[in-house]
Structure formats: C-alpha cells, structure tokens
C-alpha cells in the first residue's frame, strides 16, 4: 500500500486558504462581540500536526499530512470556536444545549486511488447542521454526553456550493478532567458513533455510474443505510503556553447494501494524528 507523505501541495494549500479565511471571521465575530459588551474569552497561537487517514471512509488507501496550522479558540455564550470544532449553541436548561456546527471534509484526488481512477475528483465537502446535546452526567472530574447531530452537506469549488445530501450522526461521549485550569490542563475523552445517510450522499462517495463502469469495477447505486460505526478517543496536555495531544480513531464499515460497492476497499481502518500548539495570547474582555 502506497502511503505518501505531501507537504504543502494542493490540499495544504487549501488548509491555509481556509485557516486565513477562519482567522478574518474570527477576527470579525471577537470585533462584534466587544462592541457589544459581551463576555468573550479568546486565545491564539501556532502550531503543526501530523494526520493519517484514508482518503474517504470506506478507503484502504492512505493519505498523510504534516503541516502549520494556525490557533484560534474562542468562548462566548453564543459561540464556541477550538481546534476541534466551529459551534453557534443556545442553553435551553443547564442539561440541554441547542448547537449549529459547522465541520469540513478534504478534496480527494481520484488519480490517486486505485479504485476510483478515471472518476471525478470528490470536492470538498461542508458539512452544517444542528445538534441537540444532552449532559447525562458532569461533576468536576467527569462528563458524559449524548449528542444527535444532523448535517446538511454541501460540495464546494470556488464560491460554488452544491446540496449533496445529509448525514445523523448520533454520538455518546466520555471526557475525563484530569486538572483544568485556563492555562493547565489534561484531558481525555472516548466516543462512541455511528453514521446514517441519505441515498444522494452515499451515491456521491460509493456509487459507480454506468458511464464509469468497467470490467473491475461495476456500475453501482447505494441506497440510503448506516454506513459506519466507530470509536474515537483522544488525549490532551495544556501547560501554560504550550498545548499537545493526539487522536485515535478505531472504524468498522456497516456490512449493508455499501459494502458492496466496488469503491470500498476495506471495511475497517485505523485513523490518528499528532499536533503541538504554541499560545501566543489570551485574553478574557
């Protein structure tokens, strides 16, 4: 298996096209939020990280990156904005929380992919949607959470954006608090999920049209189903103005109607990566 490590090419290219489009909304949102005399505690920083994923789930063919990365959290009562995910949220009571987020999937090159050579190449994707969390448990140490997010997902080339379809994305997760301060910090969190989509998603990363069918690979039209189960757990250290951690994610592809589509590869997969992050400044308005 063909594992090839691409720094700064076309994809990272892109990572930093969207990292400074992120930072001048950002930027933006803190402006907004001051004038406004709202509390808002934010931070940023710099840092690099290294990933290994499949292309696509579904995938046995791997790719790697090993790129900067540019820092921003931000904290509101309306807003939650981290290295992990973009979120607009309302606290209905303190146990339920309404959330609007917002998540992004890479481009894929299909030159690049044994099974899917001579198809067009997979877009970008924007995943939004809301997300209705529930705090089962929390005390100081401990949190458990139920989330049952749904997303609305789009194709994107240029100023572009195209309906794909949409994906439920029920979620139960575990954080465990090691020590929490604002500049020290040791956390780690599992999550158990799975994934369900509509037909015109699924078609979109697993189907083969005719015009695409070849003696290897056969015409193929998925049918809305669960499509994933996975566990993903991760571990973080925040000292001062350092922050470290990585991820590992552990992914076992539903053996329904998509497993038989000649575009899955492999019906499991290990995904991980790395990052280190430096905190330049923080400051609480």
Not at 48 to 75: D, M, W
Not at 76 to 92: G, V
Not at 194 to 218: C, H, I, K, M, Q
């Amino acid at each position: 298996m063909d594992i090839k490590l691409r720094l700064i090419k076309t994809t990272n290219k892109r990572l930093i096209w969207y990292a400074i489009l992120f930072l001048i909304s950002a930027t933006q949102i803190k402006s907004h939020a001051t004038e406004n005399n709202q509390d808002f505690y934010w931070e940023w920083g710099l840092g690099s990280t290294y990933i290994n994923v499949p292309f696509y789930t579904g995938s046995e063919e791997r790719r790697n990156y090993a790129t900067p990365i540019p820092y921003v959290l931000i904290k509101n009562n309306w807003l939650s904005i981290d290295r992990n995910q973009t979120q607009l949220y309302q606290q209905i009571n303190p146990s339920l929380k309404l959330a609007f987020n917002l998540s992004l999937q890479l481009n894929v090159d299909s030159d690049e992919i044994a099974a899917r050579q001579g198809m067009e190449d997979l877009d970008p994707l924007v995943e939004i949607g809301p997300s209705l969390e529930y705090l089962l448990y929390a005390s100081n140490k401990h949190q458990l959470m139920l989330e049952l997010p749904l997303r609305i997902a789009f194709t994107f080339d240029a100023l572009k954006l195209d309906y794909l379809g949409y994906v439920i994305n029920p979620k139960i997760s575990y954080e465990r608090h090691f020590l929490k301060t604002k500049i020290r910090e040791r956390k780690w969190d599992l999550t158990l999920a799975t994934r369900f989509a509509n037909e015109s998603y699924l078609e979109y990363y697993f189907g083969v049209p005719d015009f695409n069918a070849t003696p290897d690979r056969p015409a193929f039209q998925p049918t809305a189903s669960l499509f994933e189960i996975y566990a993903s757990s991760s571990y973080s250290v925040k000292v001062e103005n350092w922050q470290w951690g990585g991820y590992l994610r552990l992914s076992q592809f539903h053996q329904g109607n998509i497993s038989n589509s000649p575009l899955v590869t492999s019906d499991s997969y290990i995904s991980g990566g790395l990052y280190a992050i430096y905190t330049f400044q923080r400051k609480n308005n």
